[in-house]
């Protein structure tokens, strides 16, 4: 497991390695130079070609989303799109979900102020599509529970954009269910509702013990701290709203059921 610690986010120098060339947004692979200070031109000297993602280790590397990468949108105001990451992270804390990885605000990055995520070290061929069998079929209880939770977290925070590769199994995790991981919450948190999911196959059951507490907990959250920190990265309405989903949810005791003219996301994967 990776030891990208909160610490280390906050602090630790960056230096950007690439970027993920099929996101719609600038998002950039940066590495933390706290544990090694060389820069990418040495390491690339020292290897005799440039290095690729497998020549860095995984506990020094993290997703820098910056707000000047942002491109606009008609239905979200401009430059608020890595604010909505760090909200969708702290959501999943307080759920204790363990679902979102580490995400904090950075004013000191490289190309200005944006989100940085600790980077999860997961297998590409693995993501939602490869997983829902096993867990809809009874051989995986523990992941089948463990995507309700990700059905869960995604109703409570509007995402607008939950495709089957923003679903990771992270390397070295232990199982599967131990190691499901969800990513990509730029398109959250809207005051209307915009939820577009490919986890629709757990629509209409009943929330489970483990769900049930998660959002209990949430509740807990966002009529105290969490809710003052929300109302920091998001609008007042926005904060607002993601209680009231909460609630909804937390009272209706079922996962819902696809609504509205456009409720997957394009493309699914």
Do not use: C
């Not at 940085?116 to 529970?145: K, N």
């Amino acid at each position: 497991m990776s030891d990208v610690t909160e610490q280390r986010l906050a602090t630790a120098p960056l230096e950007v390695v690439g970027r993920f060339t099929d996101a719609s947004n600038a998002t950039l692979l940066a590495r933390l130079t706290d544990r090694d200070d060389r820069p990418l031109a040495a390491l690339a000297d020292a290897l005799g070609r440039a290095p690729g993602i497998d020549d860095l280790p995984a506990a020094d590397l993290v997703v820098y989303k910056p707000r000047d990468g942002e491109r606009p949108l008609w239905d979200f105001p401009a430059g608020t799109l890595h604010r909505r990451e760090v909200a969708a992270a702290a959501v999943d804390a307080a759920m204790g979900a363990r679902l979102v990885p580490a995400t904090l605000l950075r004013d000191d990055a490289p190309f200005g102020p944006g989100s940085v995520q600790r980077f999860v070290p997961h297998d590409p061929e693995q993501h939602y599509f490869t997983l829902r069998d096993a867990a809809l079929d009874g051989s995986d209880t523990a992941l089948r529970d463990r995507l309700a939770l990700l059905a869960a977290f995604d109703v409570v925070v509007d995402n607008a954009d939950r495709k089957g590769g923003h679903v990771l199994v992270e390397t070295g995790a232990g199982s599967v269910a131990d190691g499901l991981r969800a990513v990509d919450h730029g398109v959250t948190f809207n005051v209307e509702p915009k939820l577009r999911t490919v986890v629709w196959d757990l629509a209409n059951r009943p929330l489970d013990a483990d769900v049930v507490a998660a959002l209990d907990r949430l509740l807990v959250a966002l009529e105290g701290t969490l809710g003052a920190r929300l109302r920091t990265l998001l609008s007042d309405a926005e904060a607002a709203v993601t209680l009231e989903r909460a609630r909804a949810l937390r009272t209706g005791g079922v996962l819902p059921e696809p609504v509205g003219p456009h409720p997957f996301p394009w493309p699914l994967l």
